[in-house]
């Protein structure tokens, strides 16, 4: 069974432009959360979708949204880039929407992104 | 708000050694805990969890125990290999509000032959 893809793998963009990201879950999971992961850091969340809606979102700016399709699909777009935005982007698919205790997360390999 | 603390790193052990890395939790409630290892130029694979207080989670010869009474899950393993080298990443479940993961800074281990 595939597990959690992600694409592009890896992006370089320019200041000011916009970017889109995107994951497809494991299979019968329906719940996609996005991290972002800075360079030497753990990684941060940034929003959860659970049956294409938002659950939760973190602490960022409104440059960051997100949405979640009817196949459970989603996708991270950021407008207005800045230097500060580039890391490694991750996506994690669960079987709920809930608490995270008992399912865990399953995270795909991520979306390196480096603004220039 | 809730957190985590790891270990600084890096860590750096020979093979065979013992290997500790320490974590300690800040929460309101009972979280979930887990760990997560990261390769070079990979996302992140859950390595084992705990659920509940005195829960030993397990996986691949490492350990951890969730103890409520010192907030902690410290990472354990008897005997390192090679391959073991990687990154280290505690975590909780947050209960409230959106339902995410609270990640510690992780913890770089390397393991010389």
């Known amino acids: 069974d595939a597990g959690v893809t992600q694409s592009p793998t890896h992006l370089i963009k320019t200041r000011g432009q916009h970017v889109t990201l995107r994951c497809s879950p494991i299979?019968?999971?329906?719940?996609v959360s996005w991290y972002q992961q800075v360079l030497g850091q753990g990684p941060q969340f940034i929003f959860q979708?659970?049956?294409?809606?938002?659950?939760g979102r973190g602490n960022f700016p409104d440059r960051f949204s997100a949405r979640q399709f009817p196949n459970y699909s989603s996708e991270l777009n950021v407008n207005a880039l800045l230097l500060g935005d580039s890391a490694l982007y991750l996506c994690?698919?669960?079987?709920?929407?809930?608490?995270?205790?008992?399912?865990?997360?399953?995270f795909g390999s991520g979306t390196r992104l480096t603004v220039v | 708000g809730n957190s985590v603390t790891q270990m600084e790193g890096p860590v750096t052990l020979s093979e065979e050694a013992f290997l500790t890395i320490n974590c300690t939790y800040t929460?309101?409630?009972?979280?979930?805990l887990f760990w997560y290892v990261q390769y070079p130029g990979e996302g992140l694979q859950l390595l084992l969890k705990?659920?509940?207080?005195?829960d030993k989670g397990s996986n691949k010869g490492f350990e951890a125990t969730y103890r409520k009474e010192t907030t902690s899950f410290h990472l354990e393993k008897g005997s390192v290999q090679v391959s073991d080298s990687a990154v280290y990443f505690c975590?909780?479940?947050?209960?409230?509000?959106?339902?995410?993961?609270?990640f510690g800074q992780g913890t770089r281990l390397t393991i010389n032959p």
């Open positions: 994690a698919s669960s079987l709920a929407g809930g608490s995270a205790a008992g399912y865990g997360y399953t």
């Open positions: 299979s019968g999971h329906k719940s």
């Open positions: 979708y659970y049956e294409k809606e938002e659950r």
């Open positions: 929460a309101t409630g009972y979280p979930s």
């Open positions: 705990a659920t509940k207080a005195d």
């Open positions: 975590a909780l479940s947050d209960l409230q509000g959106a339902q995410k993961l609270v």
